[in-house]
């Protein structure tokens, strides 16, 4: 395994094939960082954390499920040890050596696992940062600091996972990511690890997309620690209610077009009873809708609102992945929008706008 010396150099691997071997903690921000330079990346574990397998179901990279050997190595630009393993990436490194392969080491060495010591020191706090729609450029500067200072990181898959490169050596990530439709971490046990990391003298981060404030769950974070004695410091984020569409050329306002803009949740469709919202009088309001959480719901939730007395003719937009290299917009009107997402394959996370600023044209 080579030395820690070398030269510094930025490498031009936008369309070219990247090898991270590993899918643990140690993998998550540096893959994240590779897709964000748009390398074509494949990775090489029996398993992985579910943020990285979220990824590889979209199809944003190839993930082969198995250990690795040196013949994966041929035909790679670059390599990545990041199995979280110091005796697994120096077998890593030793093999690029031998095949004249470059070979990174992942972001980290941690193991996102609980404390088992039994030591509980005071001075533990969580910090509940906002990482903004996607895109690590988005992050705030307080959010930055916050991750560069973090013991744990707690983070799901809407965060900037490119961001995580900044974690200092040793930082702990947990992933808790919540998959559409696949694996699932309670917010319950979110909670829990907030507290019990926090109350064995750590500095937590909870980090997640957008703001924490809007649909976020931060406030139910923030309870859980006050009650636990926990204290809480509060990083806003960006929006991705905002964020999103301004990214596609939509703004949520616009003189002549707008006097506002409602934000609702449509993770449940009109007519169940969990639903509180009132499509109707959502439908009179005169401000422009942006929906969150609404791709399954959406053909159900148009049809409410033309049902309300809202013009089918109606300008709407649907905005995928906004901030992200991935990122995909879809328009039509509120008669049609439903069905064009649905057609376009469109997956969580997404944000609909309707209203006259989804027609939007600076040129006009």
């Not at 991270?20 to 494949?42: D, F």
């Not at 960006?238 to 050329?249: N, R």
Request: proline share 7%; with cysteine; charged share 20%.
């Amino acid at each position: 395994m080579s030395g820690t010396s070398g030269y510094q150099a930025t490498l031009p691997i936008s369309g070219r094939p990247v090898l991270v071997i590993g899918a643990s903690a140690a993998a998550l921000g540096r893959i994240a960082a590779l897709r964000g330079a748009r390398a074509e990346v494949t990775v090489i574990a029996p398993e992985a954390l579910p943020a990285i397998a979220d990824m590889a179901e979209r199809g944003l990279l190839t993930w082969h499920r198995r250990g690795w050997t040196d013949a994966d190595l041929a035909g790679y630009w670059l390599v990545f040890a990041a199995n979280g393993d110091a005796d697994l990436d120096g077998a890593v490194f030793d093999a690029c050596e031998r095949q004249r392969i470059f070979a990174l080491p992942g972001d980290s060495t941690a193991v996102a696992v609980e404390p088992t010591d039994g030591r509980h020191r005071l001075g533990g706090k969580v910090v509940l940062v906002g990482g903004g729609p996607g895109d690590p450029g988005l992050l705030t500067v307080n959010g930055l600091l916050a991750l560069r200072e973090a013991d744990v990181i707690v983070s799901d898959r809407l965060a900037p996972l490119a961001a995580l490169v900044e974690a200092k050596k040793g930082a702990q990530l947990i992933d808790v990511s919540k998959i559409p439709r696949g694996q699932f971490t309670a917010q319950e046990e979110i909670n829990r690890l907030l507290v019990t990391h926090a109350k064995a003298g750590k500095t937590v981060v909870r980090f997640k997309g957008g703001d924490n404030f809007v649909f976020g769950r931060g406030g139910e974070e923030w309870q859980a620690c006050a009650a636990a004695g926990v204290p809480v410091e509060l990083i806003p984020g960006v929006t991705s209610a905002i964020a999103a569409p301004a990214l596609a050329g939509i703004p949520v306002t616009h003189r002549g077009l707008n006097q506002g803009f409602t934000v609702i949740s449509g993770h449940v469709p009109p007519g169940d009873p969990r639903s509180t919202l009132d499509y109707a009088a959502l439908a009179r309001t005169g401000t422009d809708l942006v929906l969150m959480m609404a791709v399954a719901t959406l053909p159900a939730i148009a049809e409410a609102l033309m049902a309300g007395g809202l013009d089918p003719e109606t300008p709407a937009a649907t905005v995928a992945d906004g901030g992200m290299p991935t990122q995909q917009v879809i328009r039509g009107t509120v008669a049609t929008i439903g069905e064009l997402t649905v057609e376009a394959g469109i997956s969580p996370p997404a944000v609909t706008v309707i209203g006259a600023v989804a027609g939007f044209d600076p040129e006009a």
